[in-house]
């Protein structure tokens, strides 16, 4: 930490120095205490780590970290930096005693309380729905940044593999859909991945960039952060996996056991020869555990497959057999601490759209539509090819005029 109490129950903020003498002199002039467990601590001025508090002895101090990381540290001063050079006044670890919580940093935006958390350690995620509570019920708007990179493991091109640490640090952005940024001190770089869209629980596909600490202002805006246009590129390697994910789960999916081949065959449908509207890639899917071939299939088969020509269907109906196949837990939504807003019925409204722009549907008064064109089902796999073929092209001209 860079803050503790002196032997006359000042306030020593260790961002305040700027040199290491004058620090050296101040260490060997003052004791040093702790501001919140009041036990002894140590001004260490080493080489590597900047200069902090630590505690004395193992103690069982509640609000400090024990070992501090040389990352955390840093990323603290960056930070505390780069705020004022924004004119703004940051406070460094400040106590919240109201909610028994210490922020790295507090700083006023606009009348409006931030608490910056930066956390590079693995820290439970009910841990962080806790903490955002607390603050959210000071009024107080905690800005989670993650520290090191934002994914494990790079599997492929554009692939990444995720931990549930790091998953719990994607937000999502109306117009952008789901990303996830971190910190990394060592460059002074934001690391953002962006577009993500899930292809297993744990892997993602996404687009990754830096930008620099200083091309950002504070409170880290969507719009700052991801200033890249949407990459089509993404998407053919979506196709490609879309069919790999059929292959497999046939190989691997158990037959009957599997939740969802058991469905697929239950309605008279093979995995391979399935409608090509189904698995198409949608910006918010990353809500929804399940692949987005499993959960466009049962739209189909509840909304769609028995609707003639001419024939009405509301959102609402859309709504409620969604909620119904969550309900007998075909699907399950993913939970993000940071994210608020509703994506599934975002995800849902969506996909009609597209459906809508591909001709299969038709508005014909605000959420509610009548079947324009039936949606043809492939009988052999020279129909599959040839109708994924032509879908992957009207798919690519729908999605123009709207992104
Ligand atoms: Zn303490």
């Known amino acids: 930490m860079f803050t503790a109490m002196n032997q006359d129950g000042e306030c020593i903020n260790l961002l305040f120095f700027h040199k290491r003498e004058s620090l050296r002199e101040l260490k060997e002039q003052q004791t040093f205490f702790c501001c919140h467990c009041y036990q002894p601590v140590l001004l260490k001025i080493g080489k ?3 200069p902090h508090f630590a505690h004395v002895k193992n103690n069982d101090c509640l609000y400090t970290s024990k070992h501090e990381s040389f990352q955390h540290l840093q990323a603290k001063k960056d930070f505390y ?3 004022k050079r924004q004119l703004l006044e940051p406070q460094v670890e400040t106590f919240i005693s109201v909610i028994q919580q210490k922020a790295d940093l507090l700083v006023k935006l606009n009348r409006q309380l931030f608490a910056i958390e930066y956390q590079c350690s693995k820290i439970p995620m009910q841990q962080i729905i806790k903490r955002t509570k607390g603050y959210l019920e000071e009024h107080i708007i905690p800005v989670w940044i993650l520290g090191g990179l934002p994914y494990q493991k790079v599997v492929g091109e554009h692939r990444f593999q995720l931990t549930d640490f790091q998953m719990a640090f994607i937000r999502y952005d109306y117009k952008k859909g789901f990303y996830l940024f971190s910190y990394s001190p060592q460059n002074r770089q934001f690391h953002i991945l962006t577009q993500l869209m899930p292809v297993s629980l744990t892997t993602v596909i996404a687009n990754i960039t830096q930008q620099p600490l200083y091309s950002i202002t504070f409170p880290l805006l969507a719009h700052q952060l991801i200033s890249t246009s949407m990459n089509n590129g993404f998407y053919e390697k979506w196709f490609q996996l879309r069919k790999e994910w059929i292959h497999t789960k046939l190989k691997y999916g158990k037959g009957f056991k599997d939740p969802f081949l058991r469905e697929v065959y239950l309605h008279d449908q093979h995995p391979l020869y399935l409608p090509a509207i189904i698995g198409l890639p949608l910006k918010q899917m990353m809500i929804c555990r399940e692949h987005a ?4 299939f049962y739209y189909w088969i509840d909304n769609l497959r028995n609707l003639k020509n001419g024939q009405a269907l509301t959102f609402k109906q859309i709504h409620e057999n969604f909620r119904k196949r ?3 837990r075909y699907l399950h939504l993913r939970h993000f601490p940071l994210i608020y807003q509703d994506v599934k019925d975002e995800m849902l409204h969506q996909y009609t759209q597209l459906l809508i722009r591909l001709g299969y549907l038709k508005e014909v008064k605000k959420r509610k539509y009548i079947m324009n064109k039936s949606i043809p089902i492939p009988k052999n796999m020279e129909e599959v090819i040839r109708m994924e073929k032509k ?3 009207e798919f690519f001209a ?3 005029t709207y992104e």
């Open 398 to 400: 729908a999605k123009k």
């Open 81 to 83: 930096e780069w705020l």
């Open 326 to 328: 969550m309900e007998q």
């Open 391 to 393: 879908l992957k092209l």
């Open 293 to 296: 071939i499993e959960w466009q």
């Open 48 to 50: 590597y780590k900047l």
